[in-house]
């Protein structure tokens, strides 16, 4: 197991961002860069032993000081949608950034925690943490916020994200990681052939705009339901209501477990290549978002990125929790301590 470090090009302000290239007794290699800790390439073996990049990204700073579709962010303050851009919290209201039609996605576009340079630090030779002070009104949110974010791989071929926060005030920290992934490769095209599994028996269907009802909806029977295999492309242009305000698949999943346990949430699965990635998380969502609003783009060796060509298991809090009380609270507390891991698990079928 062994850490190194480069150099990934320089950022507006003149400062150099670098890559960390995380490597395990099997050869699978993780690169994060600690602007935004972003996750530039993930390099998983398939079933014959090659090792492919399976995520979407770009080749230095630059393209992530754009990045229209957060390919790899760290999200924070607050991944997902916010309603109307704002929330009351103890009887205070505070107003977002508008950028995503009248609501708040993903906190801020320009100024979010996946457009930030870190501090950084090198663990027991295969952990390496980023770390970040986010001051009281930053991107519309309370509290003097210091968070970080480690990724680490086990020799068991598992990508283990861990975050933490402490704010001074009460405050919303709902951070993910917004990987997108091809498990054929990311330069291979669609990931539409791939096979799902939620271990999710309901969802929080949205209104025009995403924003959730505050209801929760069976799955069973719809094109939402994937509790068995099914391949992603079978139902995601059928005629549905939620899959029309989605484009396709971009909803959030209640996980079957309680609120704050560890547990399974998803297995994706490529026959093609034989790679099997299975999700761990102790978070009560996971939005499964097929790609279908990425935008014709260049990406990492000129490759060309295009809508569907991968897709995003994010662990999250639900969206818009804040202002649905029905829902797990993605609320910290002044002194409190946050702290979740998720766990994306790489294998062979």
């Known amino acids: 197991m062994s850490v190194s470090v480069s150099e990934f090009g320089s950022l507006k302000d003149g400062s150099k961002a670098s890559l960390y290239t995380i490597t395990n007794k099997n050869g699978m290699k993780a690169e994060i860069t600690d602007f935004g800790a972003n996750l530039v390439r993930l390099f998983v073996p398939d079933r014959n032993g090659k090792l492919d990049d399976i995520v979407l990204g770009f080749d230095d700073a630059e393209g992530y000081s754009v990045n229209p579709s957060y390919f790899g962010s760290t999200i924070g303050r607050n991944a997902n949608r916010i ?10 209201e505070y107003k977002l950034e508008v950028n995503d039609n009248q609501n708040n996605l993903h906190s801020s576009f320009d100024n979010g925690f996946n457009k930030r340079l870190f501090n950084t630090e090198i663990g027991s030779g295969e952990k390496v943490t980023f770390s970040l002070f986010s001051k009281d009104g ?29 704010s001074d005030k009460d405050t919303v920290f709902n951070p993910t990681n917004h990987s997108y992934f091809n498990l054929s490769g990311h330069a291979s095209g669609s990931a539409m052939h ?14 025009e705009g995403s924003i959730p009802t505050g209801e929760f909806m ?3 029977g719809t094109p939402f339901d994937f509790t068995q295999f099914r391949v992603i492309e079978d139902r995601i242009d059928d005629k549905d209501e939620l899959l029309e305000i989605g484009l396709g698949y971009d909803i ?7 609120e704050r346990e ?22 009560p969502g996971v ?17 060309t990125y295009k809508k569907r060509n991968a897709v995003c298991l994010e662990t999250q809090f639900y969206p818009d929790a804040v202002n649905h009380p029905e829902f797990p609270q993605p609320i910290l507390r002044a002194g409190e301590e946050f702290k979740s891991t998720t766990v994306y698990k790489f294998g062979v079928c």
């Open 83 to 92: 309603g109307n851009a704002a929330f009351k919290l103890n009887g205070v």
């Open 138 to 166: 930053d991107q519309g949110f309370p509290g003097n916020l210091e968070m970080s974010v480690t990724y680490g791989l086990t020799d068991d071929n598992e990508l283990v994200i861990s975050y933490t926060g402490k």
């Open 194 to 207: 791939c096979k799902l599994l939620l271990d999710c028996k309901e969802l929080t269907p949205v209104v």
């Open 218 to 220: 069976n799955i069973e």
């Open 252 to 258: 959030n999943y209640v996980i079957d477990k309680k």
């Open 262 to 283: 560890y547990g399974r949430a998803a297995i994706l699965m490529d026959e093609r290549s034989g790679r099997s990635m299975t999700v761990y998380t102790d978070l």
């Open 287 to 303: 939005q499964f978002y097929a790609g279908n609003c990425i935008k014709t783009q260049k990406g990492k060796g000129g490759v």
